[in-house]
């Protein structure tokens, strides 16, 4: 069965950045790729990219150019959310979703979450 | 930014039928901002219901299903259980980029 594991909780200064692992099984890494989603607390969803695993092509939100990066690790089948530049409304749950390859679509299988919070 | 609209809440009755909608500031929307629709409980990611307006998962329940209506997409509840008590999230393409509305609360009460 399909398994998405996110990395554990962190907290980041201001300005600093964070790297989020999202660890897949069950399938072939390469046939789909990752959306990437987050959830600030008490409030609702908000997508963020989305990388194929097949190519390496990505598709971003606008509001995140410049300080979003993701990428994929076919040998380790692990799909890496980074964000740079932390501010304080950064702080959120970011949440990875398998999508297929060659689109920004699928949405089956989601990782547990990751909390990451921003404060000094 | 294009703005995804959905109701902020709604109640539904235990065994009633219950109609969520989710509109774009840009105009109606169509099949071609390929609708999906999630549940979130609190704590836990969203689990996706339906995609492309109208299409199921194979462990979406018979009791939700979705549409285009009146220029908006819809999902309707068919016989309200207490366990579809969450919040549901609708999710539009606009390009290949992707917004979520602001969520509609459901009370089964």
């Known amino acids: 069965q399909v398994h998405l594991v996110q990395s554990g909780n962190e907290v980041k200064m201001p300005g600093a950045s964070v790297k989020v692992s999202c660890e897949a099984s069950g399938y072939t890494f390469r046939s789909y790729g990752f959306s990437w989603v987050r959830q600030a607390p008490g409030q609702g969803l908000e997508w963020m990219g989305w990388?194929?695993?097949?190519?390496?092509?990505?598709n971003f939100a606008q509001r995140f150019q410049g300080r979003l990066t993701m990428t994929t690790d076919t040998s380790t089948s692990t799909a890496y959310m980074e964000l740079k530049s932390l501010r304080s409304d950064d702080t959120a749950v970011y949440f990875c979703?398998?999508?297929?390859?060659?689109?920004?679509?699928?949405?089956?299988?989601w990782g547990q979450g990751t909390l990451v919070t921003v404060s000094s | 930014q294009a703005v995804v609209t959905q109701e902020p809440s709604l109640t539904v009755s235990p065994g009633g039928t219950v109609t969520l909608t989710c509109g774009s500031n840009?105009?109606?929307?169509?099949?071609?901002?390929?609708p999906y629709w999630f549940q979130q409980k609190p704590g836990q990611a969203p689990r996706p219901l339906i995609f492309d307006a109208t299409n199921k998962y194979s462990w979406t329940p018979v009791r939700f299903s979705g549409s285009l209506l009146g220029g908006k997409a819809a999902l309707t509840l068919s016989g309200a259980q207490p366990e579809d008590e969450a919040e549901y999230f609708c999710f539009l393409s606009y390009n290949g980029a992707r917004v979520f509305g602001g969520g509609t609360k459901l009370t089964v009460l």
């Open positions: 990388i194929s695993a097949y190519n390496g092509h990505t």
């Open positions: 979703a398998r999508a297929h390859h060659y689109a920004n679509s699928l949405y089956d299988y």
């Open positions: 840009t105009g109606a929307v169509t099949s071609g901002h390929y």
